[in-house]
Each structure stands twice: as structure tokens, then as C-alpha cells.
């Protein structure tokens, strides 16, 4: 039983490739000339330059030789004039901002030309109002960044069909696109581009946007456990007040937001579907309160015939044991046993208190 997952799609579309920019080290080289440490610290060539003006120099040198219209190049040339490149650095280090171009098309399959990033297929960055700069998706920004992402307060987005900066939306507005689509869905309030055939809707009260069909289709929102949950098990599920804004018991990631799909227990506790498969391999049971995670029925009855088969020795048989039954929440007296200790709900899954 799963409940829909932030939305994780496949897409494609083809773009050229862009310029790649130079690091430090190719740039001094190029000049040829011995870099020096002047009293206030920077490293400067013979020419007078310091290093990180040497990178700048040839990073614009790069975006001048590219095949795109002049307002373009302007516009590129501007960028990095104005994001803090020239700043001094310390000797023997070298500027990860000049080896990464935002306004470069970046691929989720770069063989198969689907744009997009490792997490995602899309074909447009969004700019981070937090700190100006360009990513493919939010979770791009969070994994490159020390802060987290507003997705909410996202207004403009970079088309990587034509480089050009806009407002955000599913249409680039550049006559260059002439209207292309940007995603065959997208959502205003999450600011979630996709191009996946898989269907998505947005929930008001998650504020997210889910896989799935939408509410009152396929999915119902609870707004005790405050998310969504499929209709064949609504009625039944247990809530539990916010059991989705918690971590997951396996892997310690949050759910609530989490792209991998969440699987919802008997219990009303929640669980990553993939961390599931594999914690079932060792245990039956919750991880958090330890209650059978299915039916248990045919196992009870197997120890019931192994308990029959294989009495205790005579000086134990009239023993009684005080056990607490994980399943019913039972305390109970029950025969002594060396392993098993079955409750009068007829679970096996006891402790002895």
C-alpha cells in the first residue's frame, strides 16, 4: 500500500551543447606567464591580472566564440561580470564557479539528448530567489547550496531551448520557441515542471504536488495523518497525527517530500517502499512499534504444530510466563516456553515482561 511520491518522470528533447568553461589552471596556462603573490594576497600573472581575472577573461572569451544571437552573448558576459568571479582567492585553490556555467543546458541522459538533471527530465532551470542562481530542480540547489530552496517564491526560469530568462511557466515566451511547451505538466504553486506520462495532481493541503491521478479519483487526503492516501484503503488505514512528517525509520530521509515512494503500514506508521523490501529480508515487523507488518496467520500455525510436536521437558510444563503482545497490546499469562510465547490473540509476536 503506497501513498503517491513527489513526482520522479522521464522526459526528452534535444539541445546542443555549450560552451565549457575553463578552470584556473587552463587559463594561466594559456597565457604562459609566472604567477606571483602581490601584498595583498592575490596570485597575478606578469601581465597584471590575478588568476581568478585570468578565468574571467577567458570564460568571456569562450561565450564571445559561441553561435548564438549578440543579446544573448550580452547577456551571458553580464552574468559573469556580475557573480563575484574576480573575488580573491587563496594560493593553490581554484574557483568552482568558473567550471560551472548555470546558463549551460545540463541532461538527465546527455546520451539520448533528454534534458534535465540526475533527479529529474525537464527542460527548464528555475533561479533560486534565495541566492539569484540557476538549477535544474530544487533538489539540485539543496545538494550544491548550505541553505535549502523557497520552491514557492521561484519567479523566473531559463528556457534551455533558447537561454532566454523569463517569468516561469509551461510556455517559453521568447519568439525564438515561437510557444514551445516547456512540460506537459506544471504547476504554478510548486513551481514542478514534468514531462513523464505518469499522471500528477496538486494537493492543496499537502502544498505538493503527488503522483497519481488526483483527489477523489484515486487519492483522498487525510488531514490527521496530513497526506495523501489511496482510496482502496482509506477507509481502513490507522491514523496517526502527522505520521508522514517524520523520517523514515530505515534511511532517516523525510518523507514528506521525499521522490521515492512511501509506503503506508498496518500500523499507520510509514515507511520508504524500497527501504520496506528491504527490511523485510530481516524482520516481520514495524520498526518503530514492532507490530506484525502483514497477515501472520500461517506462521502462528506452524509453531502451534512445533510446539506440539516438541513439549517441554516435565519440570517445565506447569510454568507460567507474564508476556506482552506487540500485535493486541496485551499483557497475558501464558505457558512457559525456551522461544515462543503465544498470546491469547493467538500472535507469536510477544516479549516476556
Avoid at 527548464?124 to 535544474?136: D, L, Y
Avoid at 517502499?273 to 500455525?301: A, F, N, V
Wanted: charged share 25%; proline share 4%; net charge negative.
Amino acid at each position: 500500500m503506497t501513498i503517491p511520491e513527489t513526482p520522479d518522470e522521464t522526459t526528452m528533447s534535444n539541445m546542443d551543447s555549450d560552451v565549457q568553461l575553463t578552470d584556473i589552471g587552463e587559463a594561466s596556462a594559456d597565457v604562459g606567464n609566472a604567477v606571483t603573490i602581490d601584498d595583498s594576497g592575490d596570485q597575478r600573472t606578469a601581465s597584471g591580472d590575478t588568476a581568478s581575472q585570468q578565468c574571467l577573461r577567458k570564460n568571456i572569451q569562450d561565450i564571445n566564440k559561441l553561435d548564438i544571437p549578440p543579446e544573448e552573448k550580452s547577456r551571458r558576459i553580464q552574468k559573469l561580470m556580475f557573480s563575484g568571479m574576480s573575488a580573491p582567492m587563496e594560493a593553490g585553490t581554484s574557483n568552482s564557479e568558473c567550471m560551472i556555467d548555470e546558463f549551460a543546458p545540463s541532461f538527465h541522459d546527455e546520451s539520448k539528448k533528454i534534458l534535465g538533471c540526475k533527479h529529474y527530465p525537464r527542460q527548464a532551470k528555475i533561479r533560486a530567489k534565495c541566492c539569484g542562481k540557476f538549477f535544474t530542480c530544487r533538489l539540485c540547489h539543496d545538494e550544491a547550496s548550505d541553505h535549502k530552496i523557497d520552491r514557492y517564491a521561484t519567479e523566473e526560469m531559463l528556457c534551455m531551448h533558447c537561454f532566454t530568462v523569463q517569468p516561469v511557466g509551461q510556455i517559453c515566451q521568447s519568439e525564438q520557441c515561437s510557444g514551445r511547451q516547456l512540460a506537459k505538466y506544471y504547476c504554478g504553486t510548486c513551481r514542478l515542471f514534468s514531462d513523464a506520462e505518469k499522471s500528477i495532481f496538486h494537493c492543496k493541503d499537502c502544498g505538493l504536488c503527488r503522483v497519481g491521478k488526483g483527489l477523489g479519483i484515486d487519492y483522498k487526503h487525510c488531514h490527521k495523518c496530513g497526506s495523501c492516501i489511496n482510496i482502496s484503503i482509506f477507509d481502513d488505514h490507522v491514523c496517526l497525527e502527522n505520521a508522514l512528517h517524520s523520517d523514515c525509520p530505515i534511511c532517516a530521509e523525510y518523507m514528506f517530500t521525499s521522490v521515492k515512494p512511501v509506503c503506508i503500514l498496518k500500523c499507520g506508521h510509514y515507511i520508504h517502499l524500497p527501504c520496506l523490501d528491504e527490511y523485510t529480508q530481516q524482520d516481520y515487523r514495524c520498526p518503530i512499534c514492532l507490530k506484525s507488518l502483514g497477515d501472520m496467520s500461517h506462521r502462528w500455525t506452524q509453531l502451534d504444530e512445533y510446539l506440539e510436536t516438541n513439549p517441554m521437558p516435565e519440570e517445565y510444563r506447569d510454568k507460567k510466563s507474564t508476556i506482552l503482545c506487540y500485535d493486541c497490546g496485551e499483557r497475558t499469562e501464558t505457558a512457559f516456553h525456551f522461544l515462543y510465547h503465544k498470546c491469547s490473540c493467538g500472535s507469536y509476536n510477544t516479549t516476556l515482561v
